[in-house]
Each structure stands twice: as C-alpha cells, then as structure tokens.
C-alpha cells in the first residue's frame, strides 16, 4: 500500500483548510524567526520555508498499525480516523454514510472492538491496531463472513456492506450471535437503506453455525 | 471543523490545570463530542484525552460498587457484578445507542451528553440551549421528542440517556474532583432543569471533572426492569422510558424506586408513585394508581401529548415486568 502521507495535490475541501489560522501561523512563524535569527529566517520565508513550518504546527505524528501494517504517519488532530483511512492510506473499503456516527457505514476494529471510525480521531488510536474491511481476507481467500454476504445476498447496492461485515465479525466474536433476535439487536446500529436485513441475518447466522472461526 | 490542538494528560491533576483554561474540553469517547464539532455546535480550542487515565475500573465497596468514569458502556453493561447487583443499569445500558458507540461511550461521557433536540442540532434555528437569548425554536415547532415535565419558557429539551435514568433510580452517587479536591453529589442532582439557563445542563463547574459514580448496596437486583418506548425496535432515543427497581417481600413492595427518561431535562424521578407504592401489594390496579400520580404536573406541548397516555401506560407496563405479575 502507497504510504499518502505526503499527498501530491493539496487538499482543497473547505473543511480541510483554516485559511485564518494557517495565515497567522506562517505570520507567527516568520515574526517569531526574524526575532531570533533575522537574515536566515527572511531567506527561509522568501523560499517558502515558512508554509512548511505552518504544516509541522499543525500536525502531528501517529503510530498505528492497520492490516496487520505499522503506519507512522503525521495528522491534523481533527482528522477523523475514518479521513483517515480514506483519504491519507488510500483504504476506501471503510465507507462514509452520514459521518455523524449514525448509520454505521464507517466501522471498523480498533484493537478488536468494532467503533465507528468517523468518530474517532485519527491521534487516538495512536499505539491501537485497526482492522478494516481490508484487513479481514487472507490474500485472495475471503473471510468466511464475506462469503456468507455473497452467498445469502447480503447487500444490494453495496455501500454499508463494509461497516455490516465488520459489524458481523464483532457480532459473532462478542457471542452476541445466539438467535436470530439477538442479531437484529446487535445488528442495530448498522443501517440498510436497501433494506437486505433478512439475507444479513442469514448469513450471520450461517458462519455462526459453521463454527469456523471468525 | 475548526483546527484544535490535542494533548494527552499525564494525571488527573494536569487535566483539572488544562480544563481551567477557557476553549478547553475534555475528550473521551467523543461519540457526542465530535459530532458537535462537526455540527459546528462547539469549536474547542484544545482537546484533552483523558482515555489512558486509570479511571475505568468497577469494583465492589463496603457500601455498594464504584464505577470509573472511563468504564466503556459496552463493559459495564456485561460486567459480572453490575449483572448480579445492579442488572437496571446493565438492561438500561443496552437500551442505548449501538454496539459500536457503547464501544467508544464512556460512563462520564454518557453523563455528559447533550440534548438531542434538532433545534440544539440545527444552528439555522434559534435555541436558549446553544445560543442563550436566542428563543427556542422546539417551544412552537415540531416538539414531539420533547418534555412532558420540567420543562420552562426558554427549553423543552429532554435529556437523551438510558444509562442516567438507571443511575438515578438506584441513588447513585457522583464523585467530582476539582481545585478544592474531590466531593460527592446525589446523582439525581448532578443534572439540573432548564429554568432561565438551559445553556447549562448539569452542576458541574467547568474546571471541574467526574471521577466516577457510586451505586449502594440494594434489593432490587430480582425485581429491576428497563422499559424504553421508541419509533424502532433498537437504536433511537426514548420517546418514553421507565427504570424501576422493586425491593419485595412475596407479593408485597417494601420499597420503589421510579425513574422516567425522555419527559424532562434530567433524570425524572417519580417520587409520590414510589411513595404510594411502598407497603402495598404488587397488583395491576396498584400500579395504575401509582402511574396516575406519577403524572400529576405533567404538561405537553403541540406534538407530544401522546406522552401523556404513553407515559403512565409504560410505567404499569414496567412495574408489572419488575414485580414479575406478567
């Protein structure tokens, strides 16, 4: 997997960018340099030196190991883990619904417990292990989760499929996975707009069953 | 989202340092914290992570058990004591949010989380709540999540947890640390009614934080019972809910203790049923009587009178589950 921390084109969604804060820090920046050492500084400031050191402000290092893959990466504190994954590691498979911690399109494992990540930061899961849906197939061999999604129909258009499967592993893992009302209710915070719940109880209920391990 | 600046606390002691800076706030879970943020209800300059803190524990005490505010939701409502002492608060754990957020949520965040009012939520829309002064914009809109009790001319906001009305039946206590050190605080006082300051929902100062909760020892454990009434099976905020616990003796109620959410700002504990229903017998008509006093004071708004039938009707459906008379 490419390692984005360094994106090649800058990020220009409004939500991503405080043109204010980013102007006064560089401002800072400069005046607090030509305090201390004018002549290198106004060189530094002249080649731009000065937008990088904004960027080391406002960023700042996370040790997190994805898929089994450490990352060292540097973040904004207010980058979801979710943005994260997304934007900066490339690992689209986690998906964005509402973003609002409603639906439960962006779940994924953070040392083995299934959060949503759009609303967790990105620094706290420093030192954590995340699992995404990527991280549940061992090479070409899906998860027996996954099977069962494709088997049982568990989807129509696809896009809370991720969160679902992850959602299901926990499910099973947490033995919360006994009947099939007991699944609709730990189910619950995984949302279907295609309405394939059914088909997903069937095949949570199928991998339970088969007792392979999840 | 606006850029903040995030640090971890190495102690209890730096995070009460850091929150007495204005434009701090603590994060621990951050399920309602940074959905605020990105709603643009609040913009913190700095966040503290509290989450490393070693304040998660539940142990049993002389008196009862103590609870850590960084217990996840998700731990605490299958903890093997909470399940034998406290089974209430482990039923109205569950009645909460998801798996996923009890997996983030913590004891003093679940405390500590705000209306979900849309009117809070929309910043298009004049709220008391968020913008003091502004009006309340649920007052003549669409209030039919609203408060049936408690409710005053500037907010009729509800409080949205389960967990707190469970703490609140079971005479919990708060442990709060702060610059004067630490004190305690009935639960059912730690949130507060709108009155002319909805923008404040509960007594805990801004430099001060919540260490954990106490619940005291108690014969409810066999005849407790959470009921939440909401528009689908899981997953949504109570319309109406009903915590009780039943201290009994064959068919007879030695004492009661009543909580609703979803009708007032806080908490709402039902007093006078409690009053009326200790000593009696534990019949069907018993209960219809205590639901009828329960409701004395209630007033509803355009769009949730319903709450009015609903609300007595879930409390005698609640104490017939907990006496086990169904």
Redesign the interface.
């Known amino acids: 997997m490419e390692n984005k921390n360094n994106p090649p084109e800058p990020d220009t969604r409004p939500?991503v960018k405080?043109p204010s804060?980013r102007d006064f820090l560089k401002k800072s920046a400069l005046i607090t340099a030509v305090a201390l050492t004018p002549a290198p500084a106004v060189v530094a400031a002249e080649k731009h030196m000065d937008e990088r050191l904004a960027e080391a402000f406002?960023k700042?290092p996370l040790s997190v190991e994805i898929n089994g893959k450490a990352h060292n990466l540097m973040v904004?504190?207010?980058s979801?883990l979710l943005d994260l994954l997304r934007e900066q590691l490339d690992l689209t498979g986690t998906k964005k619904g509402c973003?609002?911690?409603q639906c439960?399109a962006c779940?994924v494992h953070v040392d083995g417990?299934?959060?949503?990540s759009c609303?967790?930061?990105g620094?706290?899961a420093n030192g954590k292990k995340v699992t995404t849906i990527e991280g549940l197939a061992k090479g070409e061999q899906l998860h027996p989760m996954q099977e069962a999604f494709l088997k049982h129909d568990g989807f129509q258009c696809g896009y809370c499929t991720p969160g679902q499967i992850m959602?299901a592993v926990?499910?099973i893992r947490?033995g919360?996975a006994n009947s099939e009302m007991e699944i609709?209710?730990?189910m619950?915070?995984?949302i279907c707009r295609c309405g394939a719940y059914p088909n997903i109880v069937n095949a949570i209920q199928e991998v339970k069953e088969g007792g392979l391990p999840v | 989202m606006k850029q903040f600046q995030y640090t971890k606390a190495a102690s209890q002691q730096a995070v009460l340092e850091a929150i007495a800076k204005p434009g701090t706030k603590i994060i621990a879970g951050g399920t309602n914290l940074v959905d605020h943020m990105k709603h643009g209800l609040i913009a913190p300059d700095k966040l503290v992570d509290i989450t490393h803190l070693p304040l998660k524990a539940i142990t049993p005490t002389k008196s009862g058990m103590h609870i850590g505010t960084l217990a996840l939701n998700s731990v605490l409502s299958e903890n093997a004591l909470v399940l034998q002492k406290q089974p209430l608060l482990s039923m109205a754990l569950k009645a909460g949010a998801s798996p996923q957020l009890r997996n983030m949520a913590t004891v003093g965040g679940n405390m500590m989380q705000r209306t979900r009012c849309t009117y809070f939520y929309d910043t298009t829309m004049p709220c008391n709540k968020r913008e003091p002064g502004t009006g309340c914009g649920a007052m003549e809109g669409y209030n039919r999540m609203h408060a049936i009790f408690g409710a005053s001319p500037q907010c009729i906001a509800v409080h949205p947890s389960d967990m707190c009305v469970a703490l609140a039946a079971l005479d919990a206590q708060v442990i709060i640390t702060g610059k004067k050190g630490e004190k305690r605080m009935p639960f059912i006082d730690f949130h507060r009614l709108p009155d002319d300051h909805p923008e404040l929902d509960n007594h805990l100062a801004k430099d001060e934080m919540i260490l954990g909760v106490e619940i005291p020892e108690n014969n409810f454990a066999k005849n407790s019972y959470y009921l939440k009434v909401r528009d689908r099976a899981s997953y949504a905020f109570a319309l109406v809910s009903v915590a009780v616990g039943l201290d009994m003796s064959g068919g007879n109620i030695r004492s009661a203790r009543l909580a609703m959410g979803g009708v007032a700002h806080k908490p709402w504990r039902l007093y006078d049923a409690e009053k009326f229903l200790a000593g009696k017998p534990a019949t069907e008509d018993n209960f219809k009587q205590a639901a009828q006093l329960a409701m004395q004071g209630a007033k509803a708004y355009q769009y949730n009178a319903f709450k009015l039938k609903l609300a007595p009707a879930a409390i005698t459906e609640a104490l017939k589950h907990a006496s086990g008379i169904v």
């Open positions: 939500d405080d804060r406002e700042m904004e504190p207010r979801t973003d609002l911690g439960g779940t417990h299934r959060v949503l609303l967790t930061l620094v706290m959602s926990a499910c947490e919360h609709r209710e730990y619950s915070g995984n």
